[in-house]
């Protein structure tokens, strides 16, 4: 299979397994992917996903140019790889483990996803410039990283390393590469352990001021949260905390 799937304490795993040619985005591939964030989607037992690529050099390293060219791929559809939120709605969170290169395709799979944990020895490129293709995906960037880092690498190709991406906000956290699973694996479940409503809530939340003026925002947020505040989890977070246990969350 050109990605697994599977469930770990809570926490979905869904690797591109391909290191033979760098976990590249072929037809299998990307068909894949689209599976396992269905899956992730309907699996009750998964609270967070992590997506990451096999072996150690590559997390994924973009588009199978071989197989692009022998299709001649003009215009690339929409759902042509997975982009959370534009072609693919995921509710629940995700976290981007990357292992090692995450050219052109693989900077979209990075970027795509809320959180992003790095090799030291990662790197991350737009490097559609250099083969004469497109990044329309990357117009969301500016709202993560500086408007002029979003510049240079459009225009380069030139890769970030995993110190300078961490640097601008673009990572939020480094591992050395052995310790990558388990940070990643570290920082799913502190986000499992939560109100399930309340991180949904939060995720959401997150992103109002990227579509909706500042005023409006506030009230789609409050509209957001009144069903979380008003639900039984809510008081049985409050319960938990004076009885000095942890809570038992059923999302409801």
Do not use: H
Request: charged residues 20%.
């Amino acid at each position: 299979m050109s990605v697994t799937y599977g469930v770990r304490n809570g926490v979905a795993w869904l690797t591109i397994d391909r290191p033979e040619a760098r976990n590249s985005l072929s037809n299998a591939v990307r068909q894949g992917l689209f599976e396992g964030v269905r899956r992730y989607n309907d699996d009750d037992t998964a609270k967070v996903l992590v997506l990451t690529g096999s072996g150690d050099k590559a997390f994924c390293a973009g588009g199978d140019l071989k197989e692009m060219s022998a299709e001649g791929l003009t215009i690339p559809p929409v759902d042509y790889v997975p982009q959370f939120g534009r072609n693919i709605e995921v509710d629940k969170p995700t976290i981007a483990a990357v292992n090692g290169v995450a050219f052109a395709g693989g900077f979209l799979l990075a970027q795509t996803c809320d959180l992003c944990v790095a090799s030291t020895t990662a790197s991350f490129g737009i490097t559609e410039v250099k083969v004469g293709r497109g990044s329309p995906w990357a117009a969301p960037l500016p709202l993560m990283i500086p408007r002029r880092v979003v510049m240079e690498l459009v225009l380069t190709g030139a890769p970030l390393t995993a110190q300078r991406a961490y640097e601008i906000g673009f990572v939020n956290q480094l591992a050395e590469p052995d310790e990558l699973v388990e940070a990643a694996q570290d920082l799913a479940e502190q986000i499992a352990a939560n109100a399930p409503l309340s991180v949904t809530a939060g995720k959401a939340t997150a992103t109002l001021t990227a579509e909706y003026p500042l005023s409006e925002a506030f009230e789609r947020a409050e509209s957001l949260w009144r069903d979380v505040y008003l639900s039984a989890d809510a008081q049985e977070g409050m319960q938990a905390f004076k009885e000095k246990r942890k809570p038992a969350w059923k999302g409801i």
